[in-house]
């Protein structure tokens, strides 16, 4: 398993916001203590998670961004890259984005239970299908992160079967399917956690990052 | 035209967010004068945006939720309700979803001008990728509430073909391709403002809500 994402980021890290909090609701901590008691025998892997800021360090994310991403780096706001922060680590506790995710190597498999909260509304009452989007995206890019180190998102392709009520938890199950060459394939679900309700069906296209590869 | 959302929103309304703001950019200021000059013919019109709570008439929303979302009402937290927001207006002015959004009715096209903040950082120095589908799916969502009302999203396809740096002022161009019964298509891509960069293309189905079908 290689590290998460590269080098740079572990020095900025602070609070790590996959641990239960007191806004987690009932279902999201007793789900959580059911994937724990499956980490105990090494088959499934608890991933922490950070919200790091860059202000100490903002010469080395630029020169990330200039080894990877050169094309983007000339139109980058430097000042504005001191207060970045990863967008689904940005409301208050309880409000947005309550995650954690589980990692299965023999498997290939990240299973993400997520508690969406009254700040990510769509339509009154249900989940916005932006932010259904956004934690697929974070599922299936841990998992293609996982798997390939740096990758960016090319493809996502979304079926939303049904309004995922505001402030249920469910599981996202993401799946590698298969690399070919610089591609990754991984397909995922959102299912309620009685598995008996499925929301939304998903498969993904992530590309490993070349640094002689211009993006 | 039809009502945006149906006749229960327009009360619960506040700050119109989709007006100019300190926190603007000079583009995104630039951009809008252009298309409100675009506005005094009639050929286009400026849509308002409004991030209301639920607070006062949580009655009137649970009544809307009952009619179009049987499903999800039976899990829906009414207490939580009462917090509920828009999930694109919730950051603070200028580090998250900045947009405002324009509608031709002869073209049936919604272009989207939007600048994503600091907060909504995906890899370093871009837009997450859940960001991105996030303003996609709220421009095609327009679009199709203006065209049949109440819609729910069931498919976005979105094609990532460049990052888009952070706190850079992009157009989402949206269109209407066609209806058949209670299926919309609408089709939609992300450029810089000079529109030399496409950064991201798209293609989303609506379903238009009928109180008589179950969802």
Not at 168 to 189: A, M, P, T, W, Y
Request: with cysteine; charged share 20%; glycine share 6%.
């Amino acid at each position: 398993m290689r590290p998460l994402a590269g080098s740079y980021l572990p020095e900025f890290f602070h609070e790590d916001h996959s641990l239960p909090k007191p806004s987690w609701s009932k279902d999201m901590r007793l789900l959580f203590d059911q994937f724990m008691k499956k980490c105990e025998d090494g088959s499934w892997i608890h991933l922490p998670s950070y919200n790091y800021t860059l202000f100490q360090r903002s010469q080395d994310i630029s020169a990330f961004i200039h080894a990877y991403l050169p094309t983007a780096s000339k139109l980058i706001n430097e000042e504005k890259l001191l207060q970045a922060k990863i967008f689904t680590r940005n409301f208050e506790d309880g409000l947005g984005f309550e995650y954690v995710m589980f990692y299965n190597d023999v498997e290939k498999r990240v299973v993400c239970v997520f508690e969406g909260g009254p700040y990510l509304q769509g339509m009154p009452g249900c989940l916005h299908g932006g932010a259904i989007a956004t934690m697929i995206d974070a599922t299936v890019g841990t998992s293609a992160m996982i798997a390939e180190g740096i990758v960016m998102t090319a493809n996502l392709n979304i079926n939303f079967k049904r309004p995922v009520p505001l402030c249920s938890v469910v599981l996202i199950n993401s799946q590698l399917d298969k690399i070919e060459g610089r591609k990754l394939f991984i397909s995922c679900n959102v299912q309620s956690v009685d598995e008996k309700t499925l929301y939304t069906e998903a498969t993904s296209l992530f590309i490993k990052l070349d640094p002689e590869k211009q993006v």
